[in-house]
């Protein structure tokens, strides 16, 4: 039996534009287009890309109870922002499993929207509640040093929103919630716009100069820009500690679900962390690869590829806090049966430290 | 997709450019078009003998990996060294740069296996 996939309302472009379109998460998504995933993903880096992440889910959730229910499901404290911010958090299980990671745009003071991956929305419908605006919209992401230039050639209003900022404005009379956000590790903007009126922006901001990329950039990029991907750096048995993004955890909030289990593993030290590898070579390290050091299995990859930049092969990882392992020691990482050899590299990988 | 008559192909979408007992080996351009973009080739050694079928190296991308296959038996007698330095000539110049190694023939009666550019476009067709 199949199941049908969903396609976004820009799907008809993206076949257009020339894009291999692959499933993913239950979509059918463009993958890349024309020039490829290594070109898209250098001009994320050095200019500006367009992805279509309209799969990603948005729940709305309304009322004079709406801040409470958020401050009390996910891990983040909404006291350090403000309506008109966005904000990073987490949904955890009793356990302090990360159940899914979001960006929560809080609108106005009753007034959120709360972003799951596309796979996790029911999840956190069953946490916080709300109503499920998924279908109605799409939701554009311009990244890269250039997004702004260019997107300003469109909407100046939508150019001059700032980073974790959200607003909402109309482009070309069309309402629009617009977020300083995104994935890549580089300046951007997520713009949301019913989808009637997606097709026709996402041409604009083409034929402005924003290059259309696929998931296969949207990938590489993100993880040279060591953020987590949930169902790899985050999930079952995996606690935001773990994965280095205590800074997530609201810890003066009197209740947040899993803070419980949380507090006890702060007080022990997380038992594994989250850590990033170079490949010494050319060879894309990959996920599930066993991690070996000093003759020992120190851990596990959770995420590898190839890095466009850097032009070898990146991983993050987790390693057990006991194997002390120091930044710059040796390993070795199983790809297919065979072991690559690589350093424990602090991550983002990109953009590179100050030597 | 451009599958040059003077060619011969494997169903592995490996081609082979025979020049007497020598054969050039490299992967179709259909083949580098469902990969995408090739990031990293793992090329046998001169001197290694290989099998009709048999595993000679591996062709990455960066979203799968597909490996390659001796279209011919023989003795490795040469290695493309600049497509291991810049992968990405596979994608541009299947049949050109971007070509793997070059495979000393024992038994050219064996190069009757391999597909005419019209059987290997049938192939691809379907």
Request: net charge negative.
């Amino acid at each position: 039996m199949t199941t049908e996939l969903k396609r976004t309302a820009l799907y008809d472009l993206h076949v257009d534009l020339g894009a291999k379109i692959v499933e993913f998460g239950g979509w059918d998504m463009p993958l890349s287009y024309g020039t490829g995933t290594v070109a898209e993903h250098r001009a994320c880096r050095e200019g500006a890309v367009i992805f279509d992440v309209s799969h990603l889910g948005t729940v709305e959730v309304r009322g004079a109870d709406a801040y409470e229910l958020l401050q009390t499901a996910l891990t983040n404290d909404l006291a350090k922002v403000s309506p008109g911010r966005a904000q990073y958090t987490h949904l955890l299980d009793e356990e302090a499993s990360v159940l899914d990671d979001i960006i929560v745009w809080w609108r106005g003071e009753d007034s959120f929207d709360v972003m799951p991956n596309a796979s996790n929305t029911s999840r956190v419908i069953d946490a916080i509640g709300g109503v499920d605006v998924t279908s109605s919209r799409c939701v554009l992401a311009v990244q890269g040093p250039k997004a702004k230039e260019l997107v300003a050639r469109v909407s100046p209003e939508a150019a001059a929103i700032g980073r974790f900022r959200v607003e909402a404005i109309t482009i070309d009379g069309t309402p629009c919630v617009v977020a300083g956000t995104g994935y890549t590790g580089e300046d951007g903007l997520e713009i949301a716009i019913p989808n009637e009126a997606a097709p026709a922006l996402f041409s604009r901001l083409v034929e402005a100069g924003v290059i259309p990329a696929g998931l296969g950039a949207r990938d590489t990029l993100r993880l040279e820009a060591g953020l987590p991907l949930h169902g790899h750096e985050l999930g079952a048995g995996i606690t935001p500690l773990q994965a280095g993004l205590g800074w997530v955890v609201g810890w003066d909030k009197p209740a947040f679900r899993g803070r419980e289990a949380l507090l006890v593993e702060r007080e022990q030290g997380p038992r594994r962390l989250l850590r990033g590898f170079k490949g010494l070579g050319r060879q894309p390290l990959r996920d599930h690869g066993v991690i070996t050091a000093g003759g020992g299995v120190v851990g596990e990859t959770t995420s590898g590829n190839f890095s466009p930049m850097l032009e070898c092969g990146i991983a993050l990882g987790f390693v057990d806090t006991d194997a002390q392992i120091q930044n710059g020691a040796p390993v070795s990482i199983e790809v297919r049966g065979r072991s690559v050899d690589a350093v424990v590299e602090p991550f983002p990988f990109w953009p590179p430290k100050e030597r | 997709m451009q599958i040059p008559e003077n060619l011969r192909y494997s169903s592995d979408h490996e081609w082979a450019l025979v020049e007497g007992n020598r054969v050039r080996v490299g992967i179709t351009d259909y083949a580098q078009d469902a990969l995408g973009d090739v990031v990293f080739v793992d090329l046998p050694s001169v001197g290694a003998e290989v099998a009709i079928g048999g595993v000679i190296g591996e062709v990455e991308s960066t979203k799968s990996v597909s490996e390659i296959y001796a279209p011919v038996a023989g003795v490795v007698v040469a290695v493309n060294d600049e497509a291991a330095s810049t992968p990405d000539a596979l994608n541009s110049d299947p049949y050109g740069s971007g070509w793997l190694c070059e495979i000393e023939i024992s038994d050219p009666a064996a190069l009757e296996a391999l597909l005419d550019a019209a059987a290997y476009k049938d192939l691809t067709d379907h």
